[in-house]
Structure formats: structure tokens, C-alpha cells
């Protein structure tokens, strides 16, 4: 019955009706009872606290005030924009409040001298504090509904917001929803063998209370509840994907640790591996051999020698007769790829070749050949590896370089290679990102972590200037290229804006030449052909040029060992990755380096933030915590396309303790009853079936 109820369309609930119905649907994919109460809260506020206008300043977050409307007024602005502005007093103190939508039909529910609760985020204009597109409650309707201690927050939109379904029209219609559903509708989705001991409140409880908490405690316990139940259900499904794979796929085995790694490592290995290079190498060695397909993420920060490792793993696949392949997801950085690994095997009789869209047919075919008969040992690529019908005689071992820009579907398309056994996979990535975020992107992989520089570096200095301090770079970089050094200079790259964007880097690249004079500079943006960025490439590396202009083109894995300067144009408009990520392309010779922020003088907070936390770290890690933490995880780099991220509740940026108890549960679990055919794991077995049927039905079931 109560199923019945749930599935009704959302036009049906009271205080709906069509026009409402419709913009449920289009800006918050609310098209039946149930979506509604799985539309979350995403904070509260304790709507018992009354500020004065006194204590109120521009930074704060939401605020509610007493006082009294005493003018309105149409403004006319520029062209046909109006707004509205109506001063608010508390009998002390004056508030602007201004509307910029939805005028008519506010102006005619305002009433003048009335006194009002009134609802908000501060904000200020011309130094004057203000409050845009308040919630308003005349006093007399706030004292006869009570409300509860704590009001749930609803994101909302202005299309939403001029049908009156500003956050609080939204609660005020999930309220009126749950009053109207029976108690004990709505069924329990996890067993009492994980609600006792995490003591769990019931799915019931939490459903009710999350839209209108009673208190604090109880606002608590049901987000925890229902957090936890939705990364419980993410993780079950990535562990039973691994699982699946472990039990289905047969892995290749890399029997033997032969000639080609055993006369590497003995021989041509320029240097002593890294602690955490050996550790690594040990784990995908046990990987290879156990007869599973091996899924692995290696993460390490720019410069913590990724390479190496990935070529000493394609020749323990070599040394068992297989071939390997490396993948990149640009030119220039397989280019490079290519180089370097051909130069560390140049005394092997290994065949190499490289493969990407600039290609020559000819080259290409013999390629294919190669390939085919077996001749061929390691191939280097783009996407043209995944793209092109190239069949390999017997892959053995794929590498993917810079996880972020290939997507889960191509790491599946690499295994279709192989007429046989998939190979194995390892994927490295020089974004580090956040154990949590890693735990759900690549919840079905295992995962190193090589977590040691090589010695002997010195650590980046970074500073932070505004623009006005340009003399002082243009001397240090004077300076540095004066004892032999060489720097880039790297300037933003916004698709929207290009063609500005071009005028930025041009004018920066004339600017660097009237100022330094003396030396030769090259240029590199996106619209240059292959071929003619990798000349400019090719003339920078050899030193025929002292300092790079360029869009962020260089971004990934450039490897200039005597550039030594990295001073980044408007340093603001860039995530805190990409910072980090061009922030490595220097510091990797054993001189002393810098990286050198260059920003406008007034800074967004998050901007403020994102300059000291370069500033004071070197740590990817670190940085990427703080990069989750500013901007949520849907953007963080990479993460943007992913489905995976969108949780209707959970937080990852916040939730990580919920998180880690949800795997290990999870884990737990699987490892008990892996097939979930223990009746204590009834329901889980059910949710999980019934989800496979119809995704996304989570939110349905009651
Ligand atoms: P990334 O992890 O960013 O891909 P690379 O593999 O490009 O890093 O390595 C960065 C630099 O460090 C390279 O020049 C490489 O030769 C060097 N390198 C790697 N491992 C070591 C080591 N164990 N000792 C000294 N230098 C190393
Ligand atoms: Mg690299």
C-alpha cells in the first residue's frame, strides 16, 4: 500500500498542483512522493536564533532577524533590469533587502509596516550590508506555527524560487508528505546484523526525522543512518565487481623474473630505487603471479618516479614472452614516454615503438604487423592504442599513465586485446587524490602508493605575488637563466573565453620579450599543429631557448630537468591540482626551484586559500585534501564525469569516518557470505538484485 503511495506522482501532493509539479521535475528530478523524500537537506539552521542587525556582517552564512518592512521600491537599473529593494528595520538598525526575479509577485505579497521573520544569507554592495532574496514570514504566522528547533536547508533555484519553492516551500512539502504517510511504511534496507552493533536508527526513523528533526541528536542519527547506508550499498557493488572479476577472469602468470628485468635491474638501472619504488614493484609482482588479472592504482606524487616502476613491470611480462603496452593521454607526454624508455633499454635488443595520432600510415602498418606476429615488445601510445584495430599477439601487461583522462570504459576496451586472458592493469596516476575519493572511483582496484621522493631533491620554494611585484620574478628568472637555467611561464586556458585567453598569452609573450630582451623564448598553446608544438618542445628541452610561454598545454609530465622557474599568469584561476601539477614540472634536477604564483591583488577566499596551501606544502596528498575540501568532490580533477560521485546524501569531502566503517562493513560481509546467500543477508541480497533490475530504484523501496 504504502508503495503505491510513494510511486504517486508529485503533481498529486498537496500543495503542488501542474506548474509546481513541472519545475520539481526539471530542477530537482522530483517526479514522484518518494523522490521528494530523497530530495536531503544539505544543513540546518537553528531557527530559535534571532540575530540583530548590529551583529551581522557580509561573510556570515544564514541568518534570521526580527523587525519591521518599512518601504518597498521598484529600482530601475540598466536597460530592463529592476530590482526590488525594500529597507528592513530591527528598531535599531536598517537592512537593505533586494529581489532581482520574481518582482511582481513579490512586491504584491510584501505588506509595508508589517513586522516579519525574516530568513537569509547577508551580503553587501557598495560597502552596504544587504540581504538578497530573503525568505519572509510575517511574525504573527511564525508564532502560530512553531517551527521545530532546527529547519532543514534545501537547495533550491530561482525558476523554483519564483513558484515560492524556496527551501522553505520545500520542507514545508516534505513535512506535509510525511504527515500524510502511515507510520511503519517504509521498509528496513539493512539487516539487524549491522543496525545493532553500529547502532543504527531504523530506515523509518531516519527518513522521517532527516526533513524534520525533533533535535540535534536526532538530526545526527538519521543523516549517520542514511549516509551510511548509501556508501554501505557503493561499496558492496565496487567489492563485488573485484570480486566478480577475481572469480571470473583468470589472470596471466607471470612465471618467471628473468633475463630482461634481472640485466635492468643489475645493469642499466640509472639509480638506487626508492623504499616505496621497491615496495610497489613487490606488490605488483605478487599481483602477477597469483593467477588473478591484477587492477592496480599507483598513486605518487609528480616526480616520485612513476616510470620506472611501470617499465620495470613491463619487463616481467616481456621476460614470460609477453608484450606490454604504455599508454598516455597526450602526444607530447607519450612522446616523452617513448624517449625515456627507449633510453633506459637502449642497450636491450627490445623492439619499442610509439603509436598516436600523427602517426604515418606506413609506420602505422608495420606497427600492426609487428604487433601481430609478436616482434613487437612494447608499444607506447595514445588513445590511438585503444582506438586503432590493433591486435596484439598477447598483451600482457597494459600500463595507463594519468588515470584521470581515461575513462573505466577504456580500461575495459584495453582487455578486449587480447584474444585470450586479459592482461594486467596498472594504472598510475599523478593526481593524488584523496583516500576516500580513491576508495570510490577505484573502489574495484587495488591500490600502492609510492609515497618517497627520490633523494637529493631539493624542495620547490613557492611564493606567492601580486601583480604590482613583476619586477622581482623578471629578476629572479633574469638571474636563474643567467646561471645557465631555464623557466616556464604558463598562463590560463579557459575554453569560454579563448580567444582572450590567446590575447593573455600573446601579450604576456611580447611583454617577456621587451623585458628580457636578452634571451630566446619559445612558445606552446593548443592551437598549434603536433608537430610544431613538439619543434618548440624539442628546441626548449635541447636549451636552445631560455623560457617557455605557454598555456597549460605542458601541464602533464614534462620532463625539463634545467627548468628550474615555474611562474603561473593568474594563479587564481587555477585548481589547486593543476597548481600542484605544474608546480612538478620543475625541481627536477638537483638545483634549487621555484614556482611563482602571480595573482590580482584581491583574492576570493577559496583563491586565498588555494595560494597558501601551495605555498605551504609540497604534499600532493595534502593538497588534495584540502582541494576536496574546497571544492566537494564532484569537481575535483578528473572526478567530473564520474557517475560514481553523485551521492544523494553522503558527502565524501566529510564523510570519510562513515566511509571507511561502510568498506570495512562491506568488506566484512563479502568475506563471510560472498554470494549473500546467508539469510541474515537477506535484505542485502534483495536491495542489491532489485537495484540490478531497475537502477536508481534505491530511492523507491519502502
Ligand atoms: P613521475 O612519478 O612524476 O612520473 P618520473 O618517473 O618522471 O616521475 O621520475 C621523475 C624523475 O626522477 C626522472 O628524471 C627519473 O629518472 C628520476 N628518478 C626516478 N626514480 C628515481 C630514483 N629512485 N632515484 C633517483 N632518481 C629517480
Ligand atoms: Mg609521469
Not at 614556482?595 to 577566499?605: D, P, V
Request: aromatic letters at 8%; glycine letters at 6%.
Amino acid at each position: 500500500m504504502s508503495y503505491a503511495l510513494l510511486d504517486t506522482p508529485i503533481e498529486y501532493l498537496k500543495g503542488v498542483g501542474p506548474k509546481r509539479a513541472e519545475v520539481l521535475q526539471k530542477e530537482f528530478g522530483i517526479f514522484r512522493f518518494a523522490d521528494l523524500l530523497f530530495y536531503f537537506p544539505f544543513r540546518y539552521v537553528d531557527r530559535t536564533k534571532f540575530y540583530k542587525i548590529s551583529e551581522i556582517h557580509p561573510d556570515m552564512q544564514y541568518v534570521q532577524v526580527k523587525g519591521r518592512l518599512i518601504s518597498v521600491e521598484t529600482i530601475q537599473g540598466k536597460g530592463k533590469n529592476q530590482r526590488l529593494s525594500a529597507l528592513f528595520s530591527d528598531g535599531e538598525n536598517t537592512l537593505e533587502l533586494i529581489w532581482f526575479t520574481g518582482l511582481r509577485w513579490i512586491k504584491a505579497a510584501l505588506k509595508t509596516d508589517a513586522d516579519y521573520v525574516i530568513f537569509g544569507r547577508p551580503g553587501s554592495f557598495n560597502g552596504r550590508l544587504n540581504m538578497a532574496h530573503p525568505e519572509m514570514e510575517l511574525l504573527k504566522d511564525h508564532i502560530a506555527s512553531p517551527q521545530g528547533k532546527l529547519q532543514a536547508v534545501y537547495s533550491t533555484t530561482e525558476k523554483a524560487k519564483n513558484l515560492g519553492l524556496d527551501s522553505k516551500g520545500i520542507s514545508k512539502l516534505a513535512i506535509t508528505l510525511l504527515t500524510q504517510i502511515p507510520p511503519n511504511s517504509f521498509g528496513e534496507t539493512l539487516p539487524s546484523t549491522i543496525l545493532n552493533p553500529l547502532k543504527l536508527i531504523s530506515r523509518e526513523q531516519a527518513l522521517r526525522s532527516v526533513h524534520m528533526p525533533s533535535d540535534n541528536d536526532s538530526m545526527q542519527k538519521s543523516l549517520f543512518r542514511l549516509k551510511f547506508e548509501e556508501l554501505f550499498y557503493a561499496q558492496l557493488r565496487l567489492l563485488q565487481v573485484k570480486n566478480l572479476r577475481k572469480q571470473q577472469l583468470k589472470g596471466i602468470v607471470f612465471e618467471k623474473i628473468d633475463t630482461y628485468f634481472d640485466e635492468f635491474y643489475h645493469q642499466h638501472l640509472p639509480f638506487e630505487l626508492t623504499n616505496a619504488q621497491k615496495r610497489v614493484l613487490k606488490e605488483i609482482r605478487r599481483d602477477t603471479v597469483n593467477g588473478y588479472q591484477m587492477n592496480r592504482l599507483l598513486q605518487g606524487d609528480v616526480g616520485s618516479g612513476k616510470t620506472i616502476v611501470a617499465l620495470m613491470t613491463m619487463l616481467m611480462g616481456i621476460d614470460n614472452g609477453y608484450q606490454a603496452a604504455m599508454l598516455a593521454p597526450t602526444e607530447i607526454l607519450s612522446n616523452q614516454h617513448f624517449k625515456t624508455i627507449s633510453k633506459l633499454l637502449e642497450k636491450t635488443n627490445l623492439n619499442i615503438k610509439l603509436l598516436t595520432g600523427s602517426t604515418k600510415k606506413s609506420e602505422r602498418e608495420e606497427i600492426f604487423r609487428l604487433l601481430e606476429d609478436g616482434s613487437l615488445h612494447i608499444l607506447v601510445g595514445t588513445h590511438a592504442i585503444i582506438e586503432n584495430p590493433v591486435v596484439f599477439r598477447n598483451l600482457g601487461i597494459a600500463i595507463i599513465d594519468e588515470q584521470h583522462r581515461f575513462g573505466v570504459a577504456q580500461r575495459a576496451k584495453l582487455w578486449g586485446k587480447n584474444k585470450e586472458n586479459p592482461p594486467h592493469v596498472l594504472v598510475m596516476t599523478a593526481t593524488p587524490i584523496p583516500r576516500t575519493l580513491a576508495m570510490t572511483l577505484y573502489g574495484d582496484l587495488d591500490i600502492s602508493v609510492i609515497d618517497e621522493l627520490p633523494p637529493g631533491r631539493k624542495s620547490i620554494r613557492t611564493m606567492h605575488y601580486h601583480q604590482f611585484s613583476r619586477q622581482k620574478v623578471l629578476d629572479l628568472m633574469a638571474s636563474e637563466i643567467n646561471k645557465g637555467r631555464q623557466c616556464y611561464v604558463v598562463f590560463p586556458l579557459i575554453e569560454e573565453s579563448e580567444k582572450v585567453d590567446m590575447k593573455n598569452l600573446m601579450d604576456g609573450f611580447e611583454q617577456l620579450q621587451a623585458a628580457l630582451p636578452q634571451f630566446s623564448i619559445s612558445m606552446l598553446h593548443g592551437r598549434m599543429t603536433g608537430e610544431a608544438k613538439e619543434n618548440e618542445m624539442k628546441r626548449f628541452a635541447a636549451g636552445k631557448t631560455q623560457i617557455m610561454v605557454s598555456t597549460t598545454v605542458i601541464e602533464v609530465g614534462v620532463d625539463v630537468a634545467n627548468a628550474t622557474i615555474m611562474v603561473i599568469e593568474n594563479a587564481e584561476r587555477f585548481g589547486l591540482s593543476q597548481l600542484h601539477q605544474l608546480r612538478g614540472r620543475v625541481g627536477r634536477g638537483g638545483d634549487q626551484s621555484y614556482c611563482i604564483l602571480l595573482t590580482n591583488t584581491k583574492l576570493s577566499n577559496d583563491a586565498e586559500i588555494r595560494m597558501q596551501t601551495m605555498v605551504r606544502t609540497n604534499n600532493g596528498f595534502e593538497i588534495s585534501e584540502v582541494d576536496l575540501d574546497l571544492r566537494g568532490p564532484g569537481d575535483i580533477e578528473g572526478t567530473r564525469q564520474s557517475g560514481d560521485m553523485k551521492f544523494k546524501i553522503a558527502d565524501l569531502a566529510h564523510d570519510q569516518q562513515i566511509l571507511v566503517l561502510a568498506r570495512e562493513m562491506a568488506q566484512h560481509i563479502l568475506e563471510d557470505d560472498p554470494e549473500l546467500k546467508n539469510a541474515q543477508n537477506a535484505i542485502i541480497h534483495e536491495i542489491l538484485s532489485l537495484e540490478m533490475k531497475t537502477r536508481g530504484a534505491w530511492a523507491r523501496i519502502s
